[in-house]
């Protein structure tokens, strides 16, 4: 019988426009290009992950979930593992943008919606994001588009670091300069852009905006976007100990974990499904059966398989770590 164990993979950069440096020294890396995204967790073949701990260090995460189905992918909503996971640092604002759900992304693009929710490592000190806008109608959206007034239509909000932002699919939004954050969505890399604040690229030519799928998607109705903001509920609270449920969706659970000192047993989230840790603040250890671990560093991204009933964050110096399951 094989021994399965918590699984550490290597980040995947992505070159964007708007990327920075800032993160480049969590994940050792050393391009001079700016770097947007690093894809900490994926199985889209866009960018996919690789084991870099233990006997199966080499293996994608397709492999693992190919080979060890009922091990670490359990019951998935997805053929393939429907969670991806990333750092995203904007050194400049994102092009304003909207993601289908999974009914018109599988109809038009092959692949499926994205429903993410972002939690907020840092920002300035007046931070705030785009989300949501003031279109009445299609038609409205349309001639903003045509006359370049999209800008005039957009709401924002404000964020400061620590805070969640639930971005449902069919949500206008877009992260603003100087905003970092770890983004948990749907396993899909379908993104439309609608507004890119009059950018051009070295050659003077804009970047390609999608206005007729994204006014297929962009739901027209106040009500809806103001019924998506979240409020954390409290899982558990010691002098040492912040346990904290920040999102729950029909594709995930977000949740935030903060340790002072000492150590916290945890039990799978959903069991029969793995958990997936990322390290957001601080460094300690991850034990389990038999006095098994690991160490934890900001920026680390494991999979815990689902043969783990039960397992420990330990720190001495303090940390912080996002789970999340599905």
Request: charged share 25%; net charge negative; with cysteine.
């Amino acid at each position: 019988m094989e021994k399965f164990y918590p699984v550490k993979f290597a980040p995947v950069p992505m070159e964007r426009i708007w990327g920075g440096h800032q993160l480049k020294p969590w994940f050792k890396e050393e391009r001079e290009a700016p770097v947007g995204e690093y894809w900490v967790l994926s199985g889209h073949p866009n960018g996919t992950s690789i084991v870099m701990n233990g006997e199966l260090v080499g293996k994608s995460l397709i492999e693992l979930c190919t080979e060890y189905p009922e091990v670490y992918l359990g019951k998935s909503p997805q053929p393939r593992f429907p969670l991806l996971i990333k750092f995203l640092e904007a050194n400049a604002d994102l092009s304003v943008q909207i993601h289908p759900n999974d009914e018109y992304a599988q109809a038009y693009e092959n692949d499926f919606g994205k429903t993410e929710a972002w939690y907020v490592l840092d920002c300035l000190e007046e931070g705030k994001v785009n989300y949501g806008h003031n279109f009445a109608s299609k038609e409205e959206y349309l001639a903003a588009v045509s006359e370049k007034r999209v800008k005039d239509y957009l709401r924002f909000r404000s964020i400061k670091p620590g805070d969640v932002v639930f971005v449902p699919a069919q949500t206008l939004h877009a992260l603003l300069a100087g905003t970092t954050v770890i983004e948990v969505q749907q396993t899909s890399d379908v993104t439309y852009r609608v507004y890119d604040w009059d950018r051009v690229d070295p050659n003077g030519s804009p970047r390609e905006l999608h206005v007729g799928k994204a006014a297929d998607v962009l739901i027209f109705d106040n009500d809806h976007q103001d019924s998506t903001l979240v409020e954390p509920t409290l899982v558990c609270k010691t002098d040492v100990l912040e346990h904290k449920q920040l999102v729950t969706c029909p594709y995930f659970v977000m949740e935030s974990i903060a340790i002072r000192a000492q150590a916290y047993t945890l039990s799978p989230g959903n069991h029969g499904n793995p958990d997936v840790l990322i390290v957001a603040e601080g460094s300690g250890i991850l034990q389990w059966t038999d006095g098994e671990s690991i160490s934890l560093q900001r920026g680390d991204t494991l999979l815990i398989p689902t043969t783990l009933n039960e397992y420990e964050l330990k720190t001495e110096n303090g940390m912080k770590v996002i789970r999340t399951y599905y």
